[in-house]
T-cell receptor, first 112, second 116 residues
């Protein structure tokens, strides 16, 4: 099945630093979702994007729906230790089926 | 509390022994889906259901069955489990298309299955 290209795969950062990750696809999406997964838990929604060019914030998190509708990025500002986890992007295709495609995840580790 | 509940959370079984992973949501969502998560492969869709009695294959349906007899429940059935089905499984749901938040998937906490 199709998957999104998500990068970076993993990153170590210092507490207080800003973090950026992105997802790209060869397909056009009508929705981009960003999730965080903590160890032993299911993914939890962080931000949902519905329109090309849309820029949405949730606290220290900011995400954008790319103009081409084939990409999205997530920024985390002033990272803290509890930001540790795996971040996934997901796109919903524009085809008739209710299809979600997931990125392979970015594993974030924050050094205090 | 609005949630998706999966059971069991952890299971170790042997090859060929039929098992069912249950999934229930209390949000009156029409859409439900099963995913498996494997290292380096992300989340892959197994089966999904647009509504009661409507199910369809995802990307990796081989070896699995599902049913949707009631709106709230969407069990995943492994008729004859094999070691390559060892994985972390997630159930998810979302509202009917056209409703607020329709494109947002809510996930369960996951079921870790080991087939020996």
């Amino acid at each position: 099945g199709q998957q999104l290209n998500q990068s970076p795969q993993s990153m170590f950062i210092q507490e207080g630093e800003d973090v950026s990750m992105n997802c790209t696809s060869s397909s056009i999406f009508n929705t981009w979702l960003w999730y965080k997964q903590d160890p032993g838990e299911g993914p939890v929604l962080l931000i949902a994007l519905y329109k090309a060019g849309e820029l949405t914030s949730n606290g220290r998190l900011t995400a954008q729906f790319g103009i081409t509708r084939k990409d999205s990025f997530l920024n985390i500002s002033a990272s803290i230790p509890s930001d540790v986890g795996i971040y996934f992007c997901a796109g919903r295709t524009t085809s008739g089926t209710y299809k979600y495609i997931f990125g392979t995840g970015t594993r974030l580790k924050v050094l205090a | 509390e609005a949630q998706v509940t999966q059971n069991p959370r952890y299971l170790i079984t042997v090859t060929g022994k039929k098992l069912t992973v249950t999934c229930s949501q209390n949000m009156n969502h029409e859409y439900m889906s099963w995913y498996r998560q494997d290292p380096g492969l992300g989340l892959r869709q197994i089966y999904y259901s647009m509504n009661v009695e409507v199910t369809d294959k995802g990307d990796v349906p081989e070896g699995y069955k599902v049913s949707r007899k009631e709106k709230r429940n969407f069990p995943l059935i492994l008729e004859s489990p094999s070691p390559n089905q060892t994985s972390l499984y997630f159930c998810a749901s979302s509202p009917r298309v056209g409703m607020a938040g329709a494109n947002v998937l809510t996930f369960g906490a996951g079921s870790r299955l080991t087939v020996l």
